[in-house]
Structures are given as structure tokens and as C-alpha cells.
């Protein structure tokens, strides 16, 4: 990492340092939480977790070559430095900030209730055409996550995509603290998280503390087609950008050719410009995180060209609208996490299929008291997308499973419907439920642990 020396970081984090003066001037090789990852030289901060108290790794850190370490408590009488503070968690997202002010390097901060880690590597993937990129990896987008992304920029990193989630009022001023980004992004305001942030105002409210922090003379890229984006007016007095399919749009998609499960064509407009790309991964939502991506190269210097290549050559992660083909069955494992737009999308991405289609959906949470509509709407949404077989996992899917019944009674339709309580429940059944060459669609909440049942259907 960057030159960051001991003095800098006690200063940085309001810490009283212990030890030899001499080790004041001494830069850490990198700052870990996890005592595994701390390298010769690094810095160890010790945060208590839910299960596990960092603090009790301090001595076979330092033992293991460490050159500090923070911590909440007094280690007593011992002969390695360290550097005390009120709160290591706190600590560590001012270490964090005082890092990336030191560095000389644009910031995309992504957020956005449904979307935020497809754009983010959508536009990671654009803006690798042209520049050395460091992006957020798996879900460390949060108060821990994101300032350990933040460790990870290198000198040779020209330009950082991070992702930015919050679940509550306050978290995303205090990540926006740390990430200082040039460039925001907001996919779109839907209604994941509405138990802590009470509606779709509150959670406009929440994701749009990201522009407190924002550099000077930065770009704000917003989704046109939102109504709560579109015709918002942030106080630091930038004018938005706008990206959608409406033609007030700057960034906007015309003659858009659906592909099914190989994905999107479709001619691009820009304020200077018209191209034609094609996207990889199936879905209409994609469309939307290619023209995110346009606009970011655009406020980037980059050419058409340049993120034409980025649009075609942005492939799935795991867990995120991934097609697995098997010998036996073609499965869209978009298990990471699920709230009621992107379950919705991702029925709709199902749909194309010319086979059997096969939704295997769980529970959804934190949707506050609107939650057993919203899994009831998930099934009319599948019964009305024409989904063959219907599988809801979970206490909260028996509402999902009720409207897809409803909805099929009264309108004729063919989806057929079933509940189980567990996983296990449903394994034991899968063998007379699933037919050679479906496609099967595996989505929920994070904590319903559906890479399971993806696991499950690969064996």
C-alpha cells in the first residue's frame, strides 16, 4: 500500500501511542482485521465481533511480525507498540479516510436500493478498457467492508469502484466520510431496507447523504427513469446526470433486442454520440447498468469504442444472475441477496427461456410491515410471467405462494405451486419436482443461504 507511517495513523485515528519512538516514522505494509491476512509489517486493528474478540490475536500478530497494532484495551507491559483508541471500528474508518485523501486517484461510488454490485462491475468493466481499476469485492461495501477496499488501492490503481450499501439514516454519510468519490451513482430508489428507513422518501433520504462528501467539481449520475430520482436537485448545487429509456435522458437506449438468456442488443445514445453493443447477461435491468457505465466513461474521458469493449466483455459473478449450465439442468444462481424489484427481475429474466421454467424462491427481509404484500406481489409477478413451477422456501413464501395460486385461479393460469418450510424439506421433494433440461431460476435474502440449493442442483 501507499506510504503510511505510524505517526500519521495515531494522528489520523485520535489514538495515544505506545511504545518506542523510533517506530513512530515506520510505514505498515497493509492494515488487516483479520490476523490471518496482516502481513510482515502491517497493522493489526482489533475489532470485537459478534463471536470473536480481535483483541485476544494481538500478542501472535506481533509474534508473527506485525509492526502495530490498535486496540480498545491495555495490553499491560509488553514490549511491541501499539496505539490505543475508544473505538477500533471508528479507528479504522479514520485510518481508512486519511488513506484515500493521501491518494491521487478518481473514486465511483455506486449505490442504489437494487443493482448496485451488477453496475458496479458493469462499470468496472467499462472503465477497465482504459484504466487500472480497483473494484469492491464480494459484499464488503458496508462501514467494515468498504474501508478494508479502501487499504487495497495500490499506486498503480488509476481509478476505484466501490459499492455502497446502508440499511440505516447515517451510514452512508459516514461511508462517503471515507470513500470521498468524484464520481455517485445511484441505480434507483426502490424499497429494500423500508423497516429501518419507513419508505421510499426515507431511503431517497439515506442514499443520497453521498453527495455530502463528494469531491468538488465531481459528477452525479442518477437513473432518469426513477421517479424519485428523476428531477432531484442535490444541495451541493451539481447538476445530475440522467441515464434511462426516456428521451429526456442524456444516456439513453433506442431499438433495444432482447436476446433471452444470451443477453441484450441495443444502439446507445449519447449527448455526442450513437453505438451499438451487446450485453452478455440476460435481463432487462442490464440495459440500465450498461448506460451507468456509458455515463461514467463519459465523465471519464473515454471513447465509444472503449466502452463498447467494456459492455461486451462484462461476464456474471456467482450469486448474481450467474448461468450454470450441468448435464442436466441450465441454473440462474442470483442467490446473493433478493428485495421485491429484483425478485421480479429476475422472474422476467426466467421467462425467456424456451424450456420449463423453474423458480425457486425464498424469504425476503427487512421489509418492514409492507412485507407480506410484497411476497404476496413476487407470486402474482410469477404466476403473470407465465413461470412454469413455482418453489417457495421459507415462512414468508407462503404469501408469495398464495398469489401465484390466486392469480393462476383467476386468470387461467398454468403455474403450478409449491411451499416447503425448510431446504431439507424442499431436497427431499426436488427429485420429483425438477424435470431433465429445466431452467431454474435460485434467488432470496442473503441469510436464507440458497448457495445451497445452487450447490445442490450442480451435484
Same mark, same amino acid.
Given at each position: ?294 455515463? @461514467?466513461?463519459? +465523465? ?6 472503449? #466502452?463498447?469493449? &467494456?459492455?461486451?466483455?462484462?461476464? $456474471?459473478?456467482? !450469486? ?59 407470486? @402474482?409477478?410469477? +404466476? ?6 413455482? #418453489?417457495?422456501? &421459507?415462512?414468508?413464501?407462503?404469501? $408469495?405462494?398464495? !398469489? ?56
Amino acid at each position: 500500500m501507499k506510504h503510511m507511517s505510524l505517526q500519521e495513523i495515531t494522528h489520523a485515528c485520535h489514538g495515544v501511542y505506545h511504545g518506542h519512538a523510533v517506530f513512530l516514522a515506520k510505514e505498515v505494509s497493509n492494515v488487516a482485521i483479520d490476523s490471518r491476512k496482516v502481513e510482515k509489517g502491517g497493522l493489526f486493528i482489533a475489532l470485537k465481533g459478534a463471536r470473536v474478540d480481535g483483541h485476544s490475536f494481538i500478542p501472535q500478530v506481533m509474534e508473527n511480525g506485525a509492526l502495530c497494532a490498535v486496540s480498545e484495551q491495555e495490553p499491560g507491559d509488553v514490549s511491541y507498540p501499539y496505539i490505543q483508541v475508544d473505538s477500533c471500528e471508528q479507528a479504522l474508518k479514520d485510518i481508512a479516510e486519511h488513506y484515500r485523501t493521501s491518494l491521487d486517484i478518481k473514486v465511483v461510488g455506486i449505490s442504489g436500493s437494487v443493482g448496485k454490485t451488477s453496475t458496479k462491475e458493469m462499470i468496472a468493466s467499462v472503465l477497465g478498457q482504459k484504466y487500472r481499476v480497483l473494484k469492491t469485492e464480494g459484499n464488503f461495501n458496508n462501514e467494515i467492508g468498504l474501508p478494508l477496499t479502501v487499504f487495497n488501492i495500490r499506486e498503480e490503481h488509476e481509478i476505484a469502484v466501490l459499492e455502497m450499501g446502508i440499511s440505516g439514516f447515517g451510514e452512508m454519510t459516514r461511508l462517503a466520510k471515507v470513500a470521498r468519490p468524484d464520481i455517485c451513482v445511484l441505480t434507483n430508489i426502490g424499497s429494500a431496507h423500508l423497516e429501518n428507513l419507513g419508505s421510499r422518501d426515507g431511503i431517497l433520504k439515506a442514499k443520497t447523504e453521498m453527495f455530502t462528501y463528494m469531491n468538488a467539481g465531481g459528477t452525479i449520475i442518477l437513473n432518469g427513469d426513477d421517479d424519485k430520482l428523476r428531477g432531484f436537485t442535490p444541495e451541493n448545487g451539481i447538476s445530475p446526470v440522467y441515464f434511462g429509456l426516456d428521451s429526456s435522458c442524456a444516456f439513453r437506449a433506442e431499438h433495444i433486442v432482447n436476446r433471452g438468456l444470451k443477453g441484450t442488443t441495443a444502439e446507445f445514445v449519447t449527448p455526442v454520440s450513437r453505438f451499438c453493443a451487446h450485453i452478455n447477461i440476460p435481463g432487462s435491468h442490464m440495459v440500465h447498468n450498461a448506460l451507468a457505465g456509458i455515463a @461514467v466513461g463519459y +465523465a471519464l474521458g473515454m471513447t465509444d469504442e472503449e #466502452i463498447a469493449r &467494456g459492455i461486451e466483455a462484462n461476464v $456474471t459473478i456467482a !450469486g448474481r444472475n450467474n448461468l450454470i449450465e450441468t448435464d442436466r439442468y441450465t441454473i440462474i444462481d442470483d442467490c446473493y441477496n433478493a428485495n421485491p424489484a429484483s425478485m421480479k427481475a429476475s422472474l422476467d429474466v426466467l421467462s425467456f427461456a424456451d424450456t420449463r421454467t423453474v423458480a425457486i424462491l425464498g424469504s425476503m427481509f427487512e421489509l418492514g410491515e409492507t412485507s407480506e404484500k410484497m411476497h404476496y406481489d413476487v407470486g @402474482v409477478h410469477a +404466476a403473470e410471467a407465465g413461470i412454469n413451477v413455482l #418453489i417457495c422456501i &421459507g415462512d414468508l413464501t407462503r404469501s $408469495t405462494a398464495r !398469489g401465484a395460486e390466486e392469480t393462476a385461479e383467476k386468470k387461467g393460469l398454468s403455474t403450478k405451486v409449491f411451499h416447503f418450510d425448510t431446504k431439507a424439506d424442499f431436497f427431499r421433494e426436488a427429485g420429483n419436482l425438477l424435470k431433465e433440461k429445466d431452467t431454474i431460476l435460485v434467488k432470496a435474502s442473503h441469510g436464507m443461504e440458497f448457495p445451497e440449493i445452487v450447490k445442490h442442483l450442480q451435484e
